[in-house]
């Protein structure tokens, strides 16, 4: 077997540099000089795949044989933090739920287009998106004639896939009102839980990177943005970056949200900061 022959040896630092560089380039996430011996052993898996024993030349394959993206994808599918739960930061939904969406529900019904448009960006294994449809199916009495679509979009093929099956283990599950429960979720034999597919259907999995300006643009007259905790992972370059692509997808009046401990105040002035209730909430003006 000749991947168990091969001994890869310790990351240099302007080897780690160079695939960082390229990492940053394509995917937008930074990595410190102190994320070395992560990235040394997500790399040591992947050039084991590869049958590569060098991080310099695994570093100019990134750089100059990668034509078709295939490998900065496998890396990325490697390197990506991918911590998630349903319900993950209550209180915040529970501003999104009781203040925004009622507010933007009431200028769509002006124009009686009852269309909504929901985007979960850096969506992970999907337990975000599921739970943002099993909120709007709460909320919204009337859900069913309404043309709702939650599109749910990461770079990380191998999560979008476990976001595809919508199957989940106890920790992705339990912090579930215990009154939505069984309206959303079927308990599934071994101790798994699968999304019903009326929740489910509201979900539009899709792969995109948020560093690709091309597939950025096509997101277009959305009504909420979420993306949480995913910017963190980015320096400011690249956050103004994706923060003002999510400017020009939203429409006027359109709400963004950002992770617990993430501000855009830094980067773009282009939203106004609201208070909903115990929460600040950054939304684009309306016209
Ligand atoms: C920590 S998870 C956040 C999941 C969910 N939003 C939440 O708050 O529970 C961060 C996700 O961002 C994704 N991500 C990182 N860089 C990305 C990029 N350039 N484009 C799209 N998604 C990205 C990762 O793959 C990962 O699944």
Redesign the pocket.
Known sequence: MASAEITVTTLALKDFAAIRDEVYKK???YFEDSKVPFIQKRLEKRMETLGMDSFTDYAFLLRFGDKDGREIQAL?NLI??????MF??FEQLQAFADHCLPMVLKSIEKTRERRLRIW??????G??PYTLAMILMEVMHDFRVWDIKIKA????QV?LEMARWAVYDERSVREIPAEYFDRHITRLPAGYYGVKPETAKLVEIEH????DRLAMRGMRQLDFI?????LI??DDASRKAVVDHFYNALKPGGFIFL?HSESIGRISTAFQLLRVGQHLVYRKEMI
Request: charged residues 25%; contains cysteine.
């Open positions: 995917l937008g996430l990325a990506t933090t991918n911590e998630t739960y993950r930061e979960s960006a850096g969506c992970s294994s337990e975000e979009t990461d770079v990380d999560r995109l990177n948020l560093s979420f993306c949480r905790n995913v992972y980015f992770g």
